[in-house]
Structure formats: structure tokens, C-alpha cells
């Protein structure tokens, strides 16, 4: 850590009035994170356990964790078109449309997990009430 603020102060002090926003951009994340969305999705996840039905908890908290890190991950291109430095592939195509696919795709995996699970409860259950006989 030390080595890279050395490098950052090697490349801050020079141009200082015009690398200060450069300063907030590293800084700003983790403030950001840790002003801003951590708080929410830690009250989220207290939301969700305390009012969900068991079967469905696990999934859920799951599900919204990963739709947190998937938007913090591609808010950078939400933001703007170009807000990274651009890498073969990664501006091609509609970053909306992939964000919205993959949420697709880990809601329908919580929808799937949360209905196997009730499925196993219901079934534990059955097996409480009715014995099977045995030969």
C-alpha cells in the first residue's frame, strides 16, 4: 500500500490542481460504499430476514447481494458509455441489457431454489403427519 501511494504522490504532485479529481475517484468509492450502500443493503438484509418465510430467506438475501455487486460493478458504464477504459468486447454491446439479463437469470436461480426448498418443506411435513407403512 505504501508503494502505490508513492507512485499515486510521483504522479499527483506534479500535475496536483488537475489530479485531485483522480484523488476523489479513489477515494470516493469506498466512501461512497461505505456511507451509501452498505447501510442499505445491510438494512435490506434485516428487512428480508425478519419478514420472509424461511424457505424463502436464504435465496432472497442471495439474490439481493448479487444484484447489489452486479450494480455497483456495471454502474460505471451505466453512468457513462465510456466510463472505463474500454477492453476488447466490453463496449459492444447494450450494457442495460446485459445488466437486466443477468438479473434475470439470478432471480428466475432464487425463484427455482425458493420453490425446491418449499417443495422439501412441505414434503418433511407430510412425512410428520403420514408415516409411511412399513412391510
Do not use: C
Not at 501511494?5 to 510521483?10: G, M, T, Y
Not at 450502500?37 to 435465496?59: E, K, Q, Y
Not at 439474490?63 to 459492444?92: E, Q, S
Request: proline share 9%; no cysteine.
Amino acid at each position: 500500500m505504501a508503494y502505490g501511494i508513492v507512485l499515486f504522490l510521483e504522479y499527483a504532485a506534479p500535475a496536483w490542481p488537475d489530479s485531485f479529481t483522480t484523488l476523489l475517484w479513489i477515494g470516493g468509492g469506498p466512501i461512497v460504499n461505505d456511507a451509501v450502500f452498505a447501510p442499505i443493503a445491510g438494512m435490506v438484509g434485516l428487512l428480508l430476514a425478519r419478514f420472509l418465510p424461511l424457505p424463502w430467506r436464504g435465496p432472497v438475501q442471495v439474490g439481493a447481494a448479487l444484484t447489489a455487486v452486479l450494480g455497483f460493478v456495471a454502474f460505471p458504464l451505466l453512468w457513462r458509455a465510456y466510463g472505463v477504459p474500454p477492453k476488447p468486447g466490453l463496449h459492444d454491446g447494450s450494457t442495460w441489457l446485459g445488466l437486466l439479463a443477468t438479473l434475470a437469470v439470478v432471480w428466475s436461480a432464487v425463484l427455482v431454489v425458493s420453490l425446491v426448498r418449499i417443495v422439501r418443506v412441505q414434503r418433511q411435513a407430510a412425512r410428520k403427519i403420514r408415516p409411511r407403512a412399513r412391510s
